[in-house]
């Protein structure tokens, strides 16, 4: 075991624990609790957040708890592929990116639509 492993299973483990985070946000954005992290949120003014009222919460809820699985699942096949090296963990992975953009392209076309 030389240090070069050690310094794997570090990175590994930190990925894996921001993975952790990554569901646990997404466990919470299920349970519709905590801060919601999406962009329309963030940008929005107090004043903006009062007006959207509990159907638009209960959508950037959903939209949130879905990106955060699958950014989730991108930090645990990276820190599998960290580890492991085997070329399909990185397919899967940039097979979980590209769903995540499609995903997100989705819902900004069906949100533009919508205003």
Request: aromatic fraction near 16%; hydrophobic fraction near 55%.
């Amino acid at each position: 075991m030389g240090t070069d492993y050690i310094s794997l299973i570090i990175v590994s483990a930190i990925l894996g624990m921001i993975a952790v985070f990554c569901f646990l946000t997404a466990y919470r954005h299920h349970k519709e609790k905590g801060f919601i992290f999406t962009n329309r949120w963030l940008f929005a003014s107090p004043k903006e957040r009062e007006q959207m009222g509990d159907k638009v919460k209960k959508a950037e809820y959903r939209v949130g708890r879905n990106v955060f699985i699958l950014v989730g699942f991108m930090f645990i096949g990276i820190a599998a592929y960290t580890i492991i090296h085997l070329s399909w963990i990185l397919i899967v992975v940039y097979v979980i990116v590209a769903i995540a953009v499609f995903y997100g392209l989705v819902y900004l076309v069906r949100l533009i639509k919508s205003t």
